[in-house]
């Protein structure tokens, strides 16, 4: 079985990039708001002031982030095979034990296409992300309590009239497993491993 490797936002990574994107606009926003301030510019404040929002949320948003993963825990998700073929079956591992005492709405375990495409708009260029989900386990919500643990295994398989992985200048193709928990009044938990699928038929047995 291959060891889960986290991509997503739920990510160590990808939480600090929300921290330090939120701090880089908070410092500058109050870089503006500070001469304002001395000077008594009320227009200049107000715009200063509105300039500051977004990084205030940004930051809020990643607090909310670190508090939903905190309260949830990391599950440990291996699979059989992460390189695999058009129409290839494999299994996924999923094994959590909670830290903490959680509710949760509800648990589900997905098998994810996801196609992203860059193009250019007169001088803007906009970058549109399509999803569908090819397969989906949910696990019953409720209360779960510290050191509770779940273990499931599903066998999943790439369909046979798919797309194979792409990553071109312009658009990109990615398959993906991912965990989904929904918590009450917090950010969903999701965490998502990613998938190699190649170019060639798996032969039919």
């Given at each position: 079985?291959?060891?889960?490797?986290?991509?997503?936002?739920?990510?160590?990574?990808?939480?600090?990039f929300?921290?330090?994107?939120?701090?880089?606009?908070?410092?500058?926003?109050l870089?503006?708001?500070?001469?304002?301030?001395?000077?008594?510019?009320?227009f200049?404040?107000?715009?200063?002031?509105?300039?500051?929002?977004?990084g205030?949320?940004?930051l809020?948003?990643?607090?909310t982030?670190?508090?939903?993963?905190?309260?949830?825990?990391?599950?440990?998700?291996?699979?059989?095979?992460?390189?695999?073929?058009?129409?290839?079956?494999?299994?996924?591992?999923?094994?959590?034990?909670f830290?903490?005492?959680?509710?949760?709405?509800r648990?589900e375990?997905q098998?994810?296409?996801?196609?992203?495409a860059?193009?250019?708009?007169?001088?803007?260029?906009?970058?549109v992300t399509?999803?569908?989900?090819?397969?989906?386990?949910?696990?019953?919500?409720?209360q779960?309590?510290?050191?509770?643990?779940?273990?499931?295994?599903?066998?999943?398989?790439?369909?046979?009239?798919?797309?194979?992985?792409?990553?071109?200048?312009?658009?990109?193709?990615?398959?993906?497993?991912?965990?989904?928990?929904?918590?009450?009044?917090?950010?969903?938990?999701?965490?998502?491993?990613?998938?190699?699928?190649?170019?060639?038929i798996?032969?039919?047995?």
């Amino acid at each position: 079985m291959e060891t889960h490797k986290t991509i997503s936002l739920n990510s160590r990574n990808g939480f600090l990039f929300l921290v330090i994107f939120g701090l880089f606009w908070t410092c500058c926003s109050l870089f503006a708001i500070v001469p304002a301030l001395l000077n008594g510019e009320l227009f200049g404040i107000l715009f200063a002031v509105i300039f500051l929002v977004p990084g205030l949320l940004i930051l809020g948003y990643a607090a909310t982030v670190y508090y939903s993963r905190s309260r949830l825990g990391k599950p440990d998700i291996t699979v059989s095979n992460s390189t695999l073929r058009v129409g290839e079956s494999f299994t996924v591992n999923l094994l959590h034990t909670f830290k903490s005492d959680v509710q949760i709405d509800r648990l589900e375990v997905q098998l994810v296409f996801r196609e992203t495409a860059t193009y250019q708009q007169g001088t803007d260029t906009r970058t549109v992300t399509h999803e569908d989900i090819y397969e989906n386990y949910e696990l019953p919500g409720g209360q779960y309590q510290s050191g509770q643990f779940i273990q499931e295994t599903y066998t999943m398989q790439i369909p046979p009239d798919a797309m194979h992985t792409l990553n071109v200048r312009r658009n990109r193709l990615q398959w993906f497993v991912r965990v989904r928990a929904a918590i009450p009044k917090l950010p969903d938990y999701v965490d998502e491993y990613e998938l190699t699928v190649l170019p060639e038929i798996a032969p039919e047995k």
